[in-house]
């Protein structure tokens, strides 16, 4: 492995300018992670148009702050307030908010800021290392293998995250169906238009990301935050005992590594990285009881994988082009609004930006880990702000900034139009992450699908002659039928069960 380009990628990250921006971003992200309901994948849709002046290394170094930075902010409220900031923090607040109620807030908020900070820096390694590996192994793949690949990344979405999987699948299809408006790049016909010159280039991404995640996300939390905040519980004795930091220690291990496994796959992220390690530390434990009443690696596990997947989540991303979630997917327009194009090629052609953006995060998690404490006060304050207060800013300002994107009022429509329609979704129950998911991914699969089926005259069968997208498509059936498998086994044991007696009622007969 070639280590200059790595320290170079130091040279970058420690230049006065990206380190200004690496803390701005940790410390917004820590603020996003304390307030509940405004995640990182609407703050940074929101701040997309402050990125457009400033150089792309910058630019991702900062959102990459807010997303690393998120997934422990809201870890300070989930223990103080059991008001979890996060979805990646909920599982937090079953032993954290316990453990504040024996008076060991300090212990449990010190725990989570030593777990994060050795969860992210294990990811960080093994990024350094994994994603140039990944990067030269895709240098193979042409347009068969980017179409299994955005298929399987989009259906991987829908089916392993969270929520309703029947209404995850109809929000990727909308995003998909989304995708084909604007001008063919084909043969130049004009689809789903409506004589609207406005549409004939598609539509923008900033004005979905914004409409769905910022002001979506914010009409929906004007309903949510009314309950009421509770006082805080004490914080002293931050640093953990040597008894607590023992115990600890094995699910600080396993939540990085089961984290940075989750964080790589689509669909799988923080959250699911948070209760999987959750999961595996109560079975693995002796004494399960004690989990939901102030264990210490209840905290220490969940903390430390979410913070591991958080940063390998990049790793698709930067490497395949392919966002692994819907924060994901708002970095990589972010890339695509500076003219970068995430994939194989940017380890390669642009290693300032990659290293920069890889080794900007272990000063991101120096950052946290020095800052997180001192800042809990701070914290708890903004949490009392009323959200009447906040929300009518945020939205004035995200109209203003996608106004100037493109000094387009027609941008200005959008975001009201997919605010409202943000809104509507989530109170119905569906997910806005697999629809803007696909969304992103849509133009490339419908690219590469074209290209594929002439490469191959029209068969489409071509795809399982080739190694790699054969056994992409073979995943993409397999997780595509396994639900429908799954439901029909049991009722065919069910009718095994039922038949059975019968037989047996005739025997004495």
């Not at 809990?376 to 900034?401: E, K, M, S």
Request: proline share 6%; hydrophobic share 50%.
């Amino acid at each position: 492995m070639d280590l200059a380009p790595v320290l170079d990628g130091f040279t970058v990250v420690l230049e006065p300018t990206n380190l200004l921006y690496c803390l701005i971003g940790v410390v917004i992200g820590m603020l996003v992670g304390v307030l509940p309901g405004l995640g990182p994948a609407a703050t940074i849709a929101i701040l997309l148009p402050i990125t457009i002046g400033i150089e792309p290394v910058t630019a991702v170094i900062m959102l990459a702050g807010i997303f690393y930075g998120a997934q422990y902010g809201g870890t300070i409220t989930s223990v103080l307030l059991r008001l979890p900031g996060e979805a990646s923090s909920v599982v937090t607040v079953f032993d954290g908010h316990a453990m504040a109620r024996d008076g060991r807030a300090g212990t449990a908020l010190g725990i989570a800021a030593i777990g994060s900070f050795i969860g992210g820096t294990v990811s960080i390694v093994a990024l350094s290392v994994v994603a140039p590996l990944v990067a030269g192994f895709a240098l193979d793949f042409g347009p068969p293998e980017y179409t299994a690949l955005a298929l399987l990344g989009i259906l991987l979405v829908a089916t392993v995250s969270s929520g309703d999987r029947l209404k995850a699948v109809v929000a990727a299809c909308v995003g998909l169906l989304l995708a084909t408006v604007g001008r063919d790049g084909f043969t130049g016909a004009e689809r789903f238009t409506f004589d609207n010159l406005s549409l004939a280039d598609g539509l923008d991404f900033v004005p979905i990301a914004m409409g769905l995640f910022g002001l979506g996300e914010i009409l929906y939390n004007l309903e949510e935050r009314h309950r009421t905040v509770h006082a805080p519980a004490t914080v002293a004795n931050v640093w953990p005992s040597r008894a607590d930091l023992r115990r600890s220690s094995g699910a600080i291990g396993r939540g990085s590594v089961l984290g940075f496994v989750l964080g790589i796959l689509p669909g799988g992220g923080a959250t699911l990285a948070s209760l999987a390690s959750y999961a595996v530390e109560k079975r693995r434990s002796a004494t399960p009881e004690r989990f939901g009443r102030g264990a210490v690696e209840g905290v220490a596990a969940p903390e430390s994988a979410n913070n591991a997947a958080a940063t390998s989540s990049f790793i698709p991303l930067l490497t395949l082009g392919i966002p692994a979630n819907a924060t994901m997917a708002v970095i990589f327009g972010a890339l695509l609004i500076q003219g970068v194009s995430p994939g194989p090629q940017l380890v390669s052609q642009d290693p300032e930006l990659f290293w920069g953006v890889v080794n900007s995060m272990y000063v991101g998690n120096v950052l946290l880990l020095v800052m997180s404490i001192p800042l809990v006060g701070l914290f708890v304050r903004i949490l009392r702000v009323r959200a009447t207060i906040l929300a009518p800013i945020t939205v004035l300002i995200t109209l203003i900034g996608v106004y100037t994107v493109n000094n387009d009022v027609f941008d200005i429509g959008l975001v009201v139009v997919f605010g409202a329609l943000g809104y509507l979704m989530k109170k119905l129950g569906f997910d806005p992450g697999p629809l803007v998911l696909a969304f992103v991914l849509g133009a490339l699969l419908e690219d590469s699908l074209r290209r594929s089926l002439l490469l191959f005259a029209g068969d489409p069968t071509g795809f399982f002659t080739r190694p790699i997208s054969g056994t992409l498509l073979v995943l993409f059936l397999v997780v595509a039928l396994y639900p429908v498998l799954r439901a029909a086994l049991p009722r065919r044991r069910s009718s095994d069960r039922s038949g059975a007696p019968s037989a047996q009622s005739k025997e004495p007969v």
